[in-house]
């Protein structure tokens, strides 16, 4: 599944997927899948996510609008 609302708060915040993804621990193909929604983000990282924005794990998914 797709969640946009997690490459919007990416390119706010200035960062390319190799950055993220080198923050995450992850290679850049495997969580360029995750943000294009061909595989889903494990617990873990939308965790580590939800972290790196100073967010609720809710806001990255689009269930809450309020951070």
Same mark, same amino acid.
């Not at 609302?5 to 190799?18: G, H, P, S, V, W």
């Not at 929604?37 to 309020?66: E, M, N, W």
């Given at each position: 599944?797709?969640?946009?609302?997690?490459?919007?708060?990416?390119?706010?915040?200035?960062?390319?997927?190799? #950055?993220?993804?080198?923050?995450? %621990? =992850?290679?850049?193909?495997?969580?360029?899948?995750? #943000?294009? %929604? =061909?595989?889903?983000?494990?617990?873990?990282?939308?965790?580590?996510?939800?972290?790196?924005?100073?967010?609720?794990?809710?806001?990255?998914? %689009?269930?809450?609008?309020?951070?």
């Amino acid at each position: 599944m797709k969640f946009q609302r997690i490459q919007d708060l990416r390119i706010d915040n200035d960062l390319t997927i190799k #950055e993220i993804s080198a923050m995450l %621990g =992850l290679h850049r193909d495997v969580y360029s899948r995750y #943000e294009k %929604g =061909l595989r889903d983000f494990p617990i873990d990282i939308l965790i580590k996510l939800a972290d790196i924005y100073h967010c609720s794990i809710d806001y990255l998914v %689009g269930r809450v609008d309020t951070k």
